[in-house]
């Protein structure tokens, strides 16, 4: 069965909660997993890319001076991807959390090879990677949990001219692959792909984007996105798809045909005013980077 989210109580000096490790967690979703489960308290593992920003979360969800540990790696590079796997065979946790992930703001025809094969080794490698570094543990002991954060553009091609929607597809097709398997489903092991939609950040004003173009009935913010995940979690769901609004556009991207799902796609090869291109997330800087 998946961790619960156990209520902070007295008891949990004597007895350590579980753990979890929560890859791109400094901001975005990674940062709103980091709150909701220091608080219902587990002992945490938070891994990015800047130890200052690692620092500074690490010191605001510390409690009584035991705070998360901090792994800076960077995910986008094979040593970073190494660091990372390594610290999670030495240390299996009880959940992991593969959220780290970004898109390119160039179209395709036109963006760097380098940047296309990074993006591939955080958004893919990473989480094949990762997982499969903690699975055979969880399956030994009958325990454990994988959320990996995928996007609704797992389900179609939303932004045309970019690899970031099929990324997101590999995401959503490996853990299901994985998740509804006869290894896990008779092991106690859970795992869900998170496949959230808009979703409200600090990028847009940090990077000065309006984006006016897109209405504010799609957006959502981090901390509805993680609250439906975690109750999708503990009820031992597979996909979770935060907000009505969200698994409607899921199933018409699903079963509507292609030329009519790309007439409201965003062509990244298109220049818009405003545009924010949040790619589904809002959870990039502006070189597409967490």
Same mark, same amino acid.
């Given at each position: 069965?998946?961790?619960?989210?156990? @209520?902070?109580?007295?008891s %949990?000096?004597?007895?350590p909660?579980p753990?979890?490790?929560?890859?791109?967690?400094?901001?975005?979703?990674?940062?709103?997993?980091?709150?909701?489960?220091?608080?219902?308290?587990?002992?945490? $593992?938070?891994?990015?890319?800047?130890?200052?920003? *690692?620092?500074?979360?690490?010191?605001? *969800?510390?409690? =009584?001076?035991?705070?998360? =540990?901090?792994? $800076?790696?960077?995910?986008?590079?094979?040593?970073?991807?190494? #660091? *990372?796997?390594?610290?999670?065979?030495?240390?299996?946790?009880d959940?992991?959390?593969?959220?780290?992930?970004?898109?390119?703001?160039?179209?395709?025809? &036109?963006?760097? !090879?380098?940047?296309?094969?990074?993006? /591939?080794?955080?958004?893919?490698?990473?989480?094949?990677r990762?997982?499969?570094?903690? /699975?055979?543990?969880m399956?030994?002991?009958?325990?454990?949990?994988?959320?990996?954060?995928?996007?609704?553009?797992? @389900?179609?091609?939303?932004? /045309?001219?970019?690899?970031?929607?099929?990324?997101?597809?590999? +995401? /959503?097709? &490996?853990?299901?692959?994985?998740? #509804?398997?006869?290894?896990?489903?008779?092991?106690?092991? @859970?795992?869900?792909? *998170?496949? !959230?939609?808009?979703?409200?950040?600090?990028?847009?004003?940090?990077?000065?984007?309006?984006?006016?173009?897109?209405?504010?009935?799609?957006?959502?913010?981090?901390?509805?996105?993680?609250?439906?995940?975690?109750?999708?979690?503990?009820?031992?769901?597979?996909?979770?798809?935060?907000?009505? =609004?969200?698994?409607?556009?899921?199933?018409?991207? %699903? @079963?509507?045909?292609?030329? +009519?799902?790309? %007439? &409201?796609?965003?062509?990244?090869?298109?220049?818009?005013?405003?545009?924010?291109?949040?790619?589904?997330?809002?959870?990039?800087?502006? =070189?597409?980077?967490?």
């Amino acid at each position: 069965m998946p961790p619960t989210l156990a @209520h902070p109580s007295s008891s %949990r000096e004597a007895t350590p909660g579980p753990t979890a490790v929560i890859t791109g967690a400094t901001s975005g979703l990674g940062l709103a997993f980091a709150g909701r489960l220091a608080a219902a308290g587990y002992r945490l $593992t938070l891994v990015a890319r800047r130890t200052e920003a *690692l620092k500074e979360v690490a010191a605001r *969800l510390g409690h =009584r001076g035991d705070g998360p =540990r901090i792994m $800076t790696a960077d995910l986008a590079t094979e040593e970073g991807i190494t #660091r *990372l796997v390594d610290g999670l065979t030495a240390s299996v946790p009880d959940l992991l959390i593969n959220n780290a992930g970004y898109g390119l703001a160039d179209p395709f025809p &036109f963006s760097d !090879p380098a940047d296309e094969q990074a993006l /591939l080794r955080l958004n893919v490698a990473c989480v094949l990677r990762a997982t499969h570094a903690v /699975l055979p543990a969880m399956i030994s002991r009958r325990t454990g949990a994988v959320v990996n954060v995928a996007s609704v553009a797992a @389900h179609g091609p939303v932004w /045309l001219a970019s690899t970031y929607p099929a990324s997101k597809s590999w +995401v /959503l097709s &490996f853990t299901e692959s994985i998740a #509804r398997s006869a290894q896990l489903k008779s092991s106690g092991v @859970h795992m869900m792909a *998170l496949l !959230p939609g808009y979703t409200k950040t600090a990028f847009p004003q940090r990077a000065g984007m309006t984006g006016t173009h897109m209405p504010q009935w799609m957006w959502l913010s981090s901390e509805q996105v993680v609250s439906a995940a975690l109750k999708d979690m503990e009820r031992g769901r597979t996909i979770s798809i935060p907000s009505l =609004r969200y698994r409607l556009l899921s199933q018409a991207l %699903r @079963h509507l045909p292609r030329a +009519v799902t790309t %007439r &409201f796609s965003l062509d990244r090869g298109l220049p818009l005013r405003g545009r924010d291109d949040d790619f589904l997330r809002g959870t990039v800087d502006p =070189r597409g980077r967490k």
